[in-house]
């Protein structure tokens, strides 16, 4: 069982045809969705996962108003109401995934701020997961900053995209259960600092 | 070192000054500040947190249009910079605390939607102590739905905020470091399900 729970902020008067717009059709993407008034749920195999993610933020970001999206991924939860779901869905796709991935899943902004955090629960060992996945990031072409709760990512939508994808996929090798939070900001009117 | 980092997402074109003014002077009320392009950090006793958040999004939602509060409470991380924090700082205020807060923070929408999560972390047992508080919460006053990754509070707001103040102050009794999300949502136009 592995998914991803989103809800997408566009801070403008007309929000809600832009969200519905955004999430429109992401299960001809091969994913399950499911909405509520507060988010919308995505399961699936991982690639499809973040093919949907890129794809709802890119729409979303598009007309360039501020906007964010805020998900927490979960893969492994034996609280899920499916019987045995601790392992990730088999998937036979293309290795990596994105190679078939649709043309909107590379339309990301050219800059975009992300605050993460990793969970690997039901294991002692989490922090060094955790220090692990954030010096991974330091070596990829993003900026890196530490905050308290959180790591801060700036850098190219397409970039900083893949590192939290990298760091999901490191940390799941670490705990059967692993829960990722981010926000990803768009087009914000505030000093990136 | 206990802490919330939040988000506020007006969904209005005029969402800056909204924000600026939610979060206003919060200083005041005993707990440090620190904001960032994304969001903003507070570190301090829980019942100041808790004072200090329930201001902001109160000021929020009063205008009456849709507007979200995603936070990250924390207790105990071992990886902040701060040295040995493992520990909540010691409180010396009323028990409760809630006796000594300001007017502000008792003026709560009537209805909110909330979308909770809670990751005692470095320790087995962790599902027993998230099943605990979803119990917990059925018990009180508000609506409690099962989702994917999160259970799904509906009620009204100062009900549904100490619902999470208590299981957020339940689960840190089972676990040295507990991190906890909540996604909450007033005024939406989106049909409560």
Same mark, same amino acid.
């Given at each position: 069982m592995m998914g991803i729970r989103f809800s997408l902020y566009p801070?403008?008067?007309?929000?809600a045809p832009l969200i519905l717009d955004a999430v429109?059709?992401?299960?001809?993407?091969?994913v399950e969705v499911e909405v509520d008034d507060v988010s919308t749920c995505l399961l699936g195999e991982e690639p499809n996962l973040w093919e949907a993610v890129r794809v709802a933020f890119g729409r979303a970001a598009a007309p360039g108003d501020h906007v964010v999206l805020a998900a927490t991924w979960s893969a492994?939860? !034996?609280?899920? !109401?499916?019987?045995?779901?601790?392992v990730p869905r088999a998937y036979d796709g !293309?290795?990596?995934?994105?190679?078939?991935?649709?043309?909107?899943?590379?339309?990301?902004?050219?800059a975009i701020a992300v605050q993460f955090a990793l969970y690997p629960l039901g294991t002692g060992g989490y922090m060094d997961a955790i220090y692990a996945e954030i010096d991974r990031a330091k070596q990829r072409g993003v900026r890196v900053v530490g905050r308290h709760f959180c790591t801060h990512l700036y850098g190219d939508g397409q970039e900083v995209f893949d590192v939290l994808r990298a760091a999901f996929s490191a940390a799941r090798e670490t705990a059967a259960h692993v829960v990722m939070t981010a926000t990803i900001s768009a087009n914000s009117p505030s000093h990136v600092g």
């Open positions: 801070m403008r008067d007309d929000f429109r059709d992401l299960d001809q993407l091969g492994g939860c !034996p609280g899920e !109401p499916e019987g045995d779901v601790c !293309p290795v990596g995934g994105d190679a078939s991935w649709s043309t909107e899943a590379f339309v990301l902004p050219e």
